[in-house]
Protein backbone atom coordinates (compact mmCIF):
# COMPACT_ATOMS: atom_id res chain seq x y z
CA UNK A 1 0.00 0.00 0.00
CA UNK A 2 1.47 3.14 -1.22
CA UNK A 3 2.29 5.16 2.38
CA UNK A 4 1.18 8.76 2.48
CA UNK A 5 3.88 11.14 4.52
CA UNK A 6 2.42 14.23 5.88
CA UNK A 7 5.06 16.30 5.43
CA UNK A 8 7.07 17.86 2.69
CA UNK A 9 11.07 16.36 3.49
CA UNK A 10 12.74 19.20 2.27
CA UNK A 11 10.06 22.56 3.82
CA UNK A 12 8.01 20.51 6.15
CA UNK A 13 4.80 21.69 4.57
CA UNK A 14 1.92 19.78 5.64
CA UNK A 15 0.67 17.69 2.94
CA UNK A 16 -2.57 15.84 3.61
CA UNK A 17 -3.77 12.88 2.53
CA UNK A 18 -6.05 14.48 0.12
CA UNK A 19 -3.63 17.08 -0.93
CA UNK A 20 -2.83 17.44 -4.79
CA UNK A 21 0.24 19.54 -4.05
CA UNK A 22 2.44 16.14 -2.95
CA UNK A 23 4.84 14.73 -5.30
CA UNK A 24 6.53 11.44 -4.75
CA UNK A 25 8.97 9.41 -6.40
CA UNK A 26 9.35 5.86 -6.95
CA UNK A 27 10.57 5.35 -3.33
CA UNK A 28 7.53 7.18 -2.02
CA UNK A 29 9.90 10.42 -0.89
CA UNK A 30 7.62 13.12 -0.55
CA UNK A 31 7.67 16.61 -1.54
CA UNK A 32 5.21 19.58 -2.32
CA UNK A 33 4.65 20.79 -5.70
CA UNK A 34 7.15 24.04 -4.56
CA UNK A 35 9.81 22.30 -3.48
CA UNK A 36 9.31 19.75 -6.54
CA UNK A 37 10.12 22.93 -8.98
CA UNK A 38 13.45 23.68 -7.68
CA UNK A 39 14.78 20.17 -7.91
CA UNK A 40 13.66 19.83 -11.48
CA UNK A 41 10.83 17.45 -10.77
CA UNK A 42 13.58 14.78 -9.99
CA UNK A 43 14.21 13.07 -6.11
CA UNK A 44 16.86 14.82 -4.42
CA UNK A 45 17.10 11.15 -2.78
CA UNK A 46 17.70 8.83 -5.53
CA UNK A 47 17.32 11.07 -8.72
CA UNK A 48 14.29 9.14 -9.90
CA UNK A 49 11.41 11.28 -11.43
CA UNK A 50 8.83 13.32 -8.66
CA UNK A 51 4.89 12.82 -9.95
CA UNK A 52 1.93 14.44 -8.40
CA UNK A 53 0.49 11.54 -5.28
CA UNK A 54 -2.48 10.24 -6.24
CA UNK A 55 -4.97 11.71 -3.02
CA UNK A 56 -7.25 10.20 -0.31
CA UNK A 57 -9.91 10.97 1.07
CA UNK A 58 -9.13 11.33 5.43
CA UNK A 59 -11.18 8.36 6.41
CA UNK A 60 -9.18 6.40 4.11
CA UNK A 61 -5.62 8.06 5.37
CA UNK A 62 -6.26 7.16 8.82
CA UNK A 63 -6.94 3.50 8.49
CA UNK A 64 -4.12 3.31 5.99
CA UNK A 65 -1.98 4.84 8.99
CA UNK A 66 -3.59 2.03 11.42
CA UNK A 67 -2.40 -0.97 9.52
CA UNK A 68 1.20 0.62 8.92
CA UNK A 69 1.30 0.51 13.34
CA UNK A 70 0.28 -2.64 12.82
CA UNK A 71 2.51 -4.20 10.36
CA UNK A 72 5.29 -1.98 11.33
CA UNK A 73 5.71 -0.87 7.67
CA UNK A 74 6.96 2.18 8.28
CA UNK A 75 10.13 1.27 10.20
CA UNK A 76 11.41 -0.25 6.74
CA UNK A 77 10.71 2.29 4.44
CA UNK A 78 13.95 2.61 2.91
CA UNK A 79 15.08 -0.96 2.86
CA UNK A 80 15.80 -1.95 -0.55
CA UNK A 81 17.68 -4.80 -0.41
CA UNK A 82 14.76 -7.22 0.59
CA UNK A 83 14.53 -10.17 -1.41
CA UNK A 84 12.38 -10.04 -4.49
CA UNK A 85 8.64 -11.04 -2.81
CA UNK A 86 8.95 -10.35 1.08
CA UNK A 87 6.86 -7.82 2.09
Same mark, same amino acid.
Given at each position: ????? /? @? +???????? =? *?? #????? %???????????????????? /? @? +???????? =? *?? #????? %?CAHRLDEQCGCLADRFE????????
Amino acid at each position: MLRLW /P @N +CESCKKPL =P *AD #SRDAR %ICSYECTFCSTCSRRFNEQC /P @N +CQGALEVR =P *AR #SAETA %ICAHRLDEQCGCLADRFELDRPAGIL
